[in-house]
């Protein structure tokens, strides 16, 4: 019985789905709370659907946060903080991940980068095109925070 188990536990793991081995999908990173249970003191425990604590369901976290290798970014609801840690790990699982680009000052983002190109250009062509891009900043940053 114990030689069956143990081969069928080898099948799973030799497993292979869509030609990307199951044993190496990126499970890295979590949604963490500082908060904890205002009733018993616990911590609040990640469910699958939220974070709550242990003994009370009724008590979920409200201030959340995704810690990644070095990226940590907040939110204030569970499933956009799903969401945003399952694409992080996708985009491990493809090799595509660049931690640069969430970075708190974003060094590749648009506000960045047009900032720097305009200490590049002559004087009178940046005063010109000062406006443009800095109505341009105030929409790329309407558009990120809506993500």
Do not use: W
Not at 4 to 22: M, Y
Not at 35 to 58: R, V
Not at 122 to 144: D, L
Request: hydrophobic share 30%; charged share 25%.
């Amino acid at each position: 019985m114990r030689g069956e188990i143990k081969l069928n536990l080898q099948n799973i793991n030799n497993h292979k789905l869509h030609n990307i081995d199951v044993g190496n999908l990126c499970m890295k990173g979590g949604i963490y709370s500082t908060e904890k249970c205002p009733i018993c003191g616990a911590l609040l425990k990640d469910t699958g659907k939220s974070l709550a604590c242990p003994n009370h369901e009724n008590i979920k976290a409200t201030k959340l946060y995704v810690k990644f290798n070095t990226i940590l970014k907040r939110f204030r609801s569970y499933e956009r903080a799903h969401r945003f840690l399952t694409g992080l790990r996708f985009k491990t699982d493809e090799n595509t991940l660049d931690e640069k680009d969430y970075k708190k000052n974003n060094p590749l983002g648009f506000t960045s980068m047009s900032n720097k190109f305009l200490a590049t250009v002559k004087p009178k062509t940046a005063k010109n095109m000062k406006p443009h891009i800095h109505h341009a900043q105030i929409f790329s940053k309407i558009e990120t925070s809506k993500n």
